[in-house]
């Protein structure tokens, strides 16, 4: 197991603002977030989020090994706390829709606070380019498994993050 001690030190002291945030989460080691059903659940628990007013979704990816993910953190909700379920409903399901695979995420996560919309665009830009630098595509927007698909961009409310 992956274990950074340095990612809970830069945790200490930090408090949940309402407002857009950029997360990467790393797979465990071994583990494709391709593979079987894991990209639909992940999306799926993403807009289920949403949907109970936890976060608003902005742009994703899912990646072979992470995924990145914009979000909007509604009033009086605590990321830690949203991470934490996220994670573990997340490997219960794949769990149970792939097998006993173990472990599904290393533990911790990438944070970090987007304050302006013009670090937005970067941010989202950035992340769609994701599959393109990996060699996985050759545009962002013929990578399944990111907000850039037309199933999952209907659902954005993209307003809420400009």
């Known amino acids: 197991m992956d274990v950074r001690p ?3 030190n830069l945790r200490k002291g930090r408090y949940s603002e309402s407002r857009a945030y950029s997360i990467t989460k790393c797979a465990a080691k071994g583990l494709c977030l391709t593979d079987f059903s894991i990209p ?3 999306i799926d628990s993403f807009f289920w989020m949403d949907s ?8 994703f990816v899912v990646m072979p090994d992470h995924y990145h993910l914009v979000m909007r953190l509604n009033q009086g909700v605590d990321l830690s706390s949203i991470m934490q379920k996220m994670g573990s409903f997340t490997a219960n399901s794949i ?3 792939a097998g006993p695979l173990g472990e599904v995420w290393q533990r911790g996560y990438y944070d970090r606070a987007i304050r302006k919309s013009e670090d937005i665009r970067a941010v989202v830009e950035y992340i769609y380019n994701n599959p393109v630098r990996k060699g996985l595509v050759a545009k962002p927007e013929e990578w399944p498994y990111s907000s850039l698909n037309e199933e999952f ?3 954005i409310r993209w307003h809420e993050f400009t």
Request: overall charge positive.
């Open 40 to 42: 639909e659940i992940l």
């Open 153 to 155: 961009s209907s659902r």
């Open 95 to 97: 769990n149970k829709k």
């Open 6 to 8: 340095h990612q809970t």
């Open 52 to 59: 109970h007013e936890m976060f608003t979704v902005g742009a």
